[in-house]
T-cell receptor, first 113, second 119 residues
Framework: AQSVTQPDIHITVSEGASLELRCNYSYGATPYLFWYVQSPGQGLQLLLKYFSGDTLVQGIKGFEAEFKRSQSSFNLRKPSVHWSDAAEYFCAVANQAGTALIFGKGTTLSVSS | GAVVSQHPSWVICKSGTSVKIECRSLDFQATTMFWYRQFPKQSLMLMATSNEGSKATYEQGVEKDKFLINHASLTLSTLTVTSAHPEDSSFYIC???????????????FGPGTRLLVL
């Protein structure tokens, strides 16, 4: 069965510092991979997605993620974090288009000044 | 981009009553919609897959008689929490993918969620 692991429950980063959120998945083939962000009490916003092609994908708000098949990872990065980036980040996987997503447990990002 | 709406966004009800949550795809047709539940400070868990014109498919551990799903049209799926109890208090989110040319697009579009509080 597919699974998604986000090893870090909570991360605190200084404003202006770089960020990397880890995500590992368990799936035989190349899955469809997503990163979503959720602000408190709000719905989900798609940051970026990967299905095929270039393994480094660019998303909104200056985020990027790199798919590494050998490590079964899809880590999210941002070179310079802003205070408004403080939120909950979810990595998700689907085995094909149109199917339900399996979510990781999420990583809470706090930004210190 | 495609938009999915949910109504209501917030609902408070008494224990034992039923609550209906609507999920609409505003600018596309959705033959399949998904319902997720998110407890406070936890991840989203798939509850069921809603299929237009047929019965929903429920995940293991989700009571189909308690969480009634109806997908009567290509743009509307409803989730009814019957005889709600405090432990049903949660954030319910729906999603849908666009079906074009017989193929689903990769991106799923999520509704803004419905927060249910059962007293």
């Amino acid at each position: 069965a597919q699974s998604v692991t986000q090893p870090d429950i909570h991360i605190t980063v200084s404003e202006g510092a770089s960020l990397e959120l880890r995500c590992n998945y368990s799936y035989g083939a190349t899955p469809y991979l997503f990163w979503y962000v959720q602000s408190p009490g709000q719905g989900l916003q798609l940051l970026l997605k990967y299905f095929s092609g270039d393994t480094l994908v660019q998303g909104i708000k200056g985020f990027e993620a790199e798919f590494k098949r050998s490590q079964s990872s899809f880590n999210l990065r941002k070179p310079s974090v802003h205070w408004s980036d403080a939120a909950e980040y979810f990595c998700a996987v689907a085995n094909q288009a149109g199917t339900a997503l399996i979510f990781g447990k999420g990583t809470t990002l706090s930004v210190s000044s | 981009g495609a938009v999915v709406s949910q109504h209501p966004s917030w609902v408070i009800c008494k224990s034992g009553t039923s609550v209906k949550i609507e999920c609409r795809s505003l600018d596309f047709q959705a033959t399949t919609m998904f319902w997720y539940r998110q407890f406070p400070k936890q991840s989203l868990m798939l509850m069921a897959t809603s299929n237009e014109g047929s019965k929903a498919t429920y995940e293991q551990g989700v009571e189909k008689d308690k969480f009634l799903i109806n997908h009567a049209s290509l743009t509307l799926s409803t989730l009814t929490v019957t005889s709600a109890h405090p432990e049903d208090s949660s954030f319910y989110i729906c999603s849908a993918s666009i079906l074009a040319g017989g193929l689903f697009q990769e991106t799923q579009y999520f509704g803004p969620g419905t927060r249910l509080l059962v007293l």
